[in-house]
């Protein structure tokens, strides 16, 4: 049964770009408001999904300003804030209020300006994510949260730095495809593990997600009322949310995210299907071992064997089930706030059969999984061409 | 001789912790720790060198992190003495011997 439908999504490049923040997210409101057809004065509540405005841009009251700057007038509007996963939080409110039956129509944006601080600023606001005073201040980084965590799988289960670089190598051909990524560049096995550029062992420069700028939107409304506003409706079937232990090192085992476990089983419960039921994903690849990790957590595949999996090419886009077919964190781009509605919004474009060159095959059910800061929280969605 | 961690120790389950929290995270007691101190002594979960860093790190490039889980039952994340960047494994005998700038730094037991 759908939670909520589809009606409408938008995006804007991500990237390095030129448009304030303001600009980003009016570029993806607008898209979505007309691919649904609708006007300002049609929606009866706003989620924003936005990571660190107040850090990135010196602004806060964030939602109300980017409802202000779309034009809504007197629209309840509301901001969510989950690290990575904040996108997703500001998704799943949107259903909840669909579900709850107060609100019939809602807009959903996630957004992040991050281009607009120098790198090493933008480490040390990332870095907020994580426990400023037992994680932070003893040097830890997220691209070393996932260098523990991929010597860790590595021991474990013998995953290869060769598996590891295939997913950097994969996003980046799938990128190559989309018009929206952040990076267009072809990248061999070779390149990643003959890098020099090193970030946090075994990690080089190939293996982590980019600093971009962009906005994505989501139009939601009640499954019933779906019909009379788009032609094309995908329904949004499962929703899972959990939190797992805030530091990385609370974690049993490194080598697994309980809260990605949990939410994904929610929402399988949820949307009644299986992990063998879904044709191709969306995951958090802010690191190339956190896609590995992702696709076992997921129950794609046995835990130690994601890395296998990718090598061998099951997870390219003709493989058995495509992951990342937009090129992912990696290298479609990594806008904070905006991936978790990015993600979902590339979702629908597959299901449509909208997504051009990097189209999947013949795809009914589609998944999204994004993960906030070292597994703290995490969402899983499941959605269903109707 | 390696320096000691304080912990929290729930008299309850007898678990220790390295952070409080109001219900204890294993039998779920209310305010069931009391402070513990246990030796800073145990083996590498995992570990990675850091070569990017956050800005007020930057001269420290690059250095170990390290995941240890000490002996008395508590897990920790520390930095590694310089002198073990790349010999580093999991499973290694590590022990507390200092604090720089508040930094735990450990080193291989010999
Ligand atoms: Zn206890």
């Not at chain 1, 952040?182 to 062992?201: F, P, Q, R, Y």
């Not at chain 1, 309980?258 to 044709?279: F, G, L």
């Not at chain 1, 964190?329 to 059969?353: C, D, F, M, N, W």
């Not at chain 1, 995490?378 to 269903?384: D, L, M, N, P, S």
Request: hydrophobic share 40%; proline share 4%.
């Amino acid at each position: 049964m759908a939670l909520a439908s589809v009606i409408g999504v938008g995006t804007t490049h991500y990237g390095a770009l030129q448009s304030t923040f303001a600009e980003l997210v009016i570029e993806a409101a607008k898209q979505a408001l007309d691919d649904a057809g609708l006007g300002p004065d049609d929606i009866d509540a706003f989620y924003l999904g936005n990571y660190a405005g107040d850090s990135f841009i010196d602004q806060n009251h964030l939602a109300a300003y980017a409802a202000s700057v779309i034009g809504l007038k007197g629209v309840p509007s509301s901001r969510l804030e989950g690290a990575c996963a904040s996108g997703s939080l500001a998704l799943r409110q949107g259903i909840l209020a669909i579900q709850s039956g107060m609100y019939k129509r809602v807009l959903v944006v996630g957004a992040e300006k991050m281009t607009s601080q120098p790198t090493a600023r933008v480490t040390e606001i990332l870095a907020q994510a994580s426990n400023r005073e037992w994680e932070a201040n003893i040097g830890m980084t997220f691209p070393s949260v996932f260098g523990l965590i991929a010597q860790r799988h590595m021991y474990r289960y013998g995953t290869t730095r060769e598996q590891i670089a295939s997913v950097a190598v994969k996003n980046h051909a799938h990128a190559l495809l989309n018009p929206h990524a952040h990076l267009h560049k072809n990248i061999t096995i070779e390149d990643v593990c003959g890098c020099t550029s090193m970030v946090a062992d075994p990690l080089n420069r190939y293996d982590c997600s980019l600093i971009s700028d962009g906005a994505s939107a989501m139009v939601l409304c009640a499954p019933d009322l779906a019909k009379e506003y788009q032609t094309n409706v995908v329904d949004i079937i499962g929703s899972g949310q959990a939190s797992g232990p805030f530091e990385l090192f609370m974690n049993e085992e490194l080598t697994s995210f309980s809260a990605s476990r949990q939410a994904s089983q929610e929402a399988y419960e949820m949307a009644n299907v299986q992990p063998m039921d879904i044709n191709f994903a969306e995951v958090h690849d802010c690191f190339t071992m956190a896609e590995i990790i992702a696709t076992e957590d997921l129950g794609f595949f046995k835990p130690g064997e994601g890395g296998i999996a990718a090598l061998e090419g099951r997870t390219s886009l003709r493989g058995d089930i495509p992951i990342n077919p937009s090129g992912g964190l990696k290298a479609k781009g990594h806008p904070i706030g905006s991936t978790g509605v990015g993600q979902g919004v590339e979702v629908v474009y597959q299901l449509r059969g909208q997504a051009g060159q990097r189209q999947v095959k013949e795809s009914s059910i589609g998944l999204t999984q994004n993960l906030g800061g070292s597994g703290g929280t995490c969402t899983v969605h499941i959605y269903k061409r109707r | 001789m390696s320096l000691k961690i304080k912990v929290h120790h729930c008299v309850i389950c007898e678990k220790n912790y390295l952070l409080a929290s109001a219900y204890c995270p294993q039998c779920r007691s209310e305010n069931s720790f009391i402070p513990m101190e246990v030796e800073g002594k145990g083996k590498i979960f995992s570990y990675t060198v850091v070569y990017v860093s956050e800005k007020k790190w930057e001269a420290d490039t690059p250095y170990s992190l390290a995941v240890i889980d000490l002996d008395g039952g508590v897990r920790v994340l520390g930095r590694m003495n310089g002198d073990n960047l790349h010999p580093l494994q999991i499973d290694m005998e590590v022990e507390l011997t200092e604090y720089k700038d508040q930094v735990p730094v450990f080193k291989r037991v010999d």
